[in-house]
């Protein structure tokens, strides 16, 4: 009996779902969410739909690949040609950094 009974009940969400669906998908608002772009950071554009396949194209690829390249390869602070005697390291900000006198020549890269 209980069985019976839970089996009409899925089958009653399922059409109501189905019902619901149908008229959601209809209106204005789920096609133009749908269709909204997006920009990704390798310079293309994808709707909401296409997330997934564009994240696995081979542009994206490419400039993720291109990317982790360069984050490998570019050093994000010289410890050996900079000096902390004359800075406070507890209290450092990037913004108490003094990029206007600072001799990035002596940077190793």
């Known amino acids: 009996m209980v069985k019976v009974k839970t089996e009409e009940i899925k089958d009653h969400l399922k059409e109501y779902m189905k019902e619901y669906l149908k008229k959601y998908k209809s209106t204005d608002e789920f096609k133009q969410r749908r269709r909204q772009k997006h920009k990704c950071e390798c310079g293309k554009e994808y709707s909401k739909d296409h ?12 400039y993720v690949e291109n990317l982790s390249e360069q984050l490998m390869m570019e050093p994000l602070y010289d410890f050996k040609t900079t000096t902390f ?3 406070d390291l507890e209290n450092f900000k990037l913004t108490d950094f003094d990029f206007d ?4 020549d002596k940077m190793v890269i």
Do not use: G, V
């Open 51 to 62: 997330k997934t396949r564009h994240y696995k194209s081979k542009k994206h690829l490419k």
């Open 101 to 104: 006198n600072f001799d990035f």
């Open 85 to 87: 005697d004359s800075m």
